[in-house]
T-cell receptor
Framework: QKEVEQNSGPLSVPEGAIASLNCTYS??????FFWYRQYSGKSPELIMS????GDKEDGRFTAQLNKASQYVSLLIRDSQPSDSATYLC????????????FGKGITLSVRP | NAGVTQTPKFQVLKTGQSMTLQCAQD?????MYWYRQDPGMGLRLIYY???????DKGEVPNGYNVSRLNKREFSLRLESAAPSQTSVYFC???????????FGPGTRLTVL
């Protein structure tokens, strides 16, 4: 069974710090990788996608992918209290009927 | 442009009752998905539809049925609700040729 593992939380960081969220996946042929943010009581919203090895930056967010190690991470620089949410890692193995496998999520709390 | 809508937002059922959760999208997307989200379990795929007229089972299909009524609408039916089906249900859509899934606001279902 394809698995997506996220390091156990919750994670607490002070305002202004870098938050590092990690995710590993079991299916070596996985093609695309996503980070969703979910505020309490709300639906998941996409914040980053990454398809190639290396880093991808978008504002304060950086996604890092290492396919050899089957590892994807999300860095949040200058963390703000508004970043407090649950972050879900999702992996798509590819193929005609594209389906995502989600990790269980990690809850981030940014302390003012 | 509402995106993905779900009805109802909240529902309480008694064991054995039936109900249908509705999902509609105005994004002209071919693929639609039903997930359930339980505490500590992440998002799990119940059923999906790659296109109008097709449906297929996901990870946790038992106790559910689906109908892809047309391109816009994808409904999830509980024929005989059980307490184990207490959960938050999310509908999602995906456009052709892209991996990104867009989520509706969710339905919070309680089965007593």
């Amino acid at each position: 069974q394809k698995e997506v593992e996220q390091n156990s939380g919750p994670l607490s960081v002070p305002e202004g710090a870098i938050a590092s969220l990690n995710c590993t996946y079991s299916d070596r042929v996985s093609q695309s990788f996503f980070w969703y943010r979910q505020y309490s009581g709300k639906s998941p919203e996409l914040i980053m996608s990454i398809y190639s090895n290396g880093d991808k930056e978008d504002g304060r967010f950086t996604a890092q992918l290492n396919k050899a190690s089957q590892y994807v991470s999300l860095l949040i620089r200058d963390s703000q209290p508004s970043d407090s949410a649950t972050y879900l890692c999702a992996v798509n193995p590819g193929g005609a009927n594209s389906k995502l496998t989600f990790g269980k999520g990690i809850t981030l709390s940014v302390r003012p | 442009n509402a995106g993905v809508t779900q009805t109802p937002k909240f529902q309480v059922l008694k064991t054995g009752q039936s109900m249908t959760l509705q999902c509609a999208q105005d994004m002209n997307h071919n693929s639609m998905y039903w997930y359930r989200q339980d505490p500590g379990m992440g998002l799990r795929l119940i059923y999906y539809s790659a296109s109008e007229g097709t449906t297929d089972k996901g990870e946790v299909p038992n106790g559910y049925n689906v109908s892809r009524l047309n391109k816009r609408e994808f409904s999830l039916r509980l024929e005989s609700a059980a307490p184990s089906q207490t959960s938050v249900y999310f509908c999602a859509t995906r456009g052709t040729g892209v991996d990104t899934q867009y989520f509706g606001p969710g339905t919070r279902l309680t089965v007593l």
